[in-house]
């Protein structure tokens, strides 16, 4: 089976089909780089960041690009109210940007383009829009001619008519129309600025995308992906610029990850239920914030709370203590053929499980479900009186692959006991050879205190960090 896309474009679920064999070329929108970001910008981080690994996984080259818009209405008052230059805060902010998300486990983009990198490129294809015909000039703003795309509202799925009944020009603006949008806007004093055929000023938001696109991954892409709230006017934009300027279709597949939600109410800051990423990275493991993230499929709004989390955080634990079971077992177990080809057809159908679910429209939350399943299977497995090492060896390789798959690492960093710990740790064990059980349990209790858990298997006693 080929992997199945839900397209925004066409509202169906679609066979991946890439325009160049064993290669995809993919663009996610990146942030506006003037604070850290939000939980809601790190959804799109981790979900494509999971797309690009399933691809990777399934033998495709990815050429990724994320792009940083570091100049625009945003940054300049930022850099207004802090008295810092636009380029400062942008830099910041990307730096944080990556580090926040890098603790999520996403990986770094092929490309990671910024706009004041690609001015000339930009300028070039806005005066290329005009020699079109489908960009004007006016008192040094540069707006797109909407109508003249006939077909403005496709991934929307909206007419021109619909949107004209909201549209007016804003003060200030000397529009032809009052759906034309944007591309280049006059500087005002003060204000950030480059040389260009119509006076100094700056882009309009929508045409960086397109230009780069271009730029970095040709005239049609795979697919283009970014934030549900991105379809309009954002993305819709892109495809009238891009369209018009390349006349070819600019992206064969679109996908949009859904809303989050704090405690069933949605994110924002008059509500005062804004969650930074980088104040979360501070509170929980982001591992466990990346599992949460995948625990919906990626269309589908997500509720945001302490208490999903919590319960995320117990799900991820399931998985990773069957793996760690399975490893600690492997040292006791020995090589027997009774039952052996039974089990590792059945961990052979829950890879293939796994497969299934992600090959259709990247759903991460039955994906999931089939780690639970073989974090089951495997813990029945271990009930057994003999055990088979290849078998068990076959449940922890799957388990680290398919986490693998999902940016998740399942093998925790093991870290040395201090001399005082270890002392306690045998002071216990031989307390309960004594079987002095009241020392031994304030022992544990006394241990765990201090974040150490303790474990008592067949095998001997196991510890993890809290």
Known sequence: MSIQIYNTLTRQKEAFTPIEEGKVKMYVCGPTVYNYI????????????TVRRYFEYRGYEVVYVLNFTDVDDKLIKAANELGEEVPQIADRFIEAYKEDVGAFGVKEAVYHPRVTE???????????????????????????RTRKFNNYGK??????????????????????????FTLWKE???????????????????????????????????????????????HHENEIAQSEAHNETDFA??????????????????????FVLAHDLIKQHDPQMIRFFMLSVQYRHPINFSASLLESAKNGFERIRNAYENAKHRKDTSMNLTQDKDEWLEEIRGLKR?????????????????????????ANLYLQKDQTDEEVLDAYAELLKELTGVLGLEI????????????????????????????????????????????????????????
């Open 38 to 49: 939000h939980i809601g910008n790190a959804r799109p981080a981790i979900v494509f960041d």
């Open 118 to 144: 690609n001015m000339d490129e930009i300028i070039a294809f806005i005066k290329s829009l005009i020699d079109k015909g489908y960009a004007y000039e006016e008192g040094g703003d540069v707006y797109f």
């Open 155 to 180: 991934l929307s799925h909206q007419s021109v008519d619909e949107l004209q009944s909201g549209s007016r020009i804003e003060v200030g603006e000397k529009k032809e129309d009052p759906l034309d």
């Open 187 to 233: 500087a005002k004093d003060g204000e950030i600025r480059w040389e260009s055929p119509w006076g100094e000023g700056r882009p309009g938001w929508h045409i960086e995308c397109s230009t780069m696109a271009k730029k970095y991954l040709g005239d049609t892409i795979d697919i283009h992906a970014g934030g549900q709230d991105l379809t309009f006017p």
């Open 252 to 273: 064969r597949y679109w996908m949009h990850n859904g809303y989050i939600n704090i405690e069933n109410e949605k994110m924002s800051k008059s509500l005062g239920n």
């Open 353 to 377: 499980r796994f497969i299934k679910e992600m090959d259709d429209d990247f759903n991460t939350a039955n994906a999931i479900a089939v780690l639970f399943d073989i974090a089951k299977s």
């Open 411 to 466: 093998e925790t960093t093991e870290e040395l006991l201090d001399e005082e710990i270890e002392a306690k740790i045998k002071e216990r064990e031989q307390a309960r050879k004594d079987r002095n059980f009241q020392k031994a349990d304030q022992i544990r209790d006394d241990l765990k205190d201090r974040g150490i858990v303790l474990e008592d298997t067949s095998q001997g006693t196991r510890w993890k960090r809290a």
